[in-house]
């Protein structure tokens, strides 16, 4: 972590996007940026470019958040051949095997990295809304964790709210029987989303719903 302001995080936001949106699918670097440009001061030092090529991406974060987090962040998509019509998704693909060692792909099944006791954050970012949307990372990896490439979808009513009141959440039924509560933010709330994803995850925890 740096302590000089690097250049792109004071970028006007059209200029920042010409720059460093890829023309197809967004990258670490791009996602990454576009995370720590929303939370602002609330990042305690700002990690290397190389750094942010790297996912997960761990950040340490000032009060009211906790002292770091360890994001996944993916581009979220929306795709007509979803069973529900125009649900947002992404696909999880980086996580650790069960003894906390780098998956490979090969590996059937992993989990979040919760090295050090940092709590994994499950997001995704969708640059022609402007989005985050968060979903519960320890319901995606509970018991025998996840595959390579799992598809984690919202309804799009969730992203319509949020896009008309800046923060939305609400519920997903999953196959399990488990019911998943969903947020979606712009980048300005993103810092509250963060605080509400918590406290959700805490409390479904707490009640034992998975």
């Known amino acids: 972590m740096g302590s000089t302001t690097p ?20 990258t670490s670097g791009y996602l990454h940026r576009t995370l720590v440009r929303a939370l602002g001061r609330a990042v305690d030092g700002w990690p290397s470019d190389e750094v942010l090529t790297r996912k997960p991406l761990v950040l340490d974060l000032a009060s009211p958040l906790p002292p770091r987090l360890r994001f996944y962040v993916y581009q979220a998509t929306q795709h007509p051949s979803e069973r529900q019509q125009g649900t947002f998704k ?3 693909s980086v996580g650790v095997t069960r003894d906390g060692q780098p998956a490979s792909p090969k590996e059937k099944r992993r989990w979040f990295d919760r090295s050090d006791n940092i709590r994994p ?20 990896d509970m018991n025998a964790g996840f595959t390579f490439s799992r598809s984690v979808q919202t309804p799009p009513d969730i992203v319509w709210a949020a896009l008309a009141k800046d923060i939305a ?3 997903r ?14 980048p300005h709330r993103l810092e ?16 034992g719903l998975f």
Request: hydrophobic share 45%; with cysteine; charged share 20%.
């Open 192 to 207: 509250e989303a963060l605080n509400l994803r918590i406290e959700l995850s805490n409390e479904a925890l707490c009640e």
């Open 90 to 92: 992404i696909q999880l």
């Open 173 to 186: 039924r999953l196959h399990g029987g488990s019911t998943e509560q969903i947020i979606a933010a712009r």
């Open 169 to 171: 959440f609400g519920p």
């Open 121 to 140: 954050i499950a997001m995704g970012y969708h640059p022609d809304w402007n989005l985050f949307i968060l979903w519960d990372a320890d319901l995606h």
């Open 7 to 26: 250049g792109w995080l004071t970028l006007p936001e059209d200029e920042f996007q010409a720059r460093y949106r890829p023309a197809r699918n967004a």
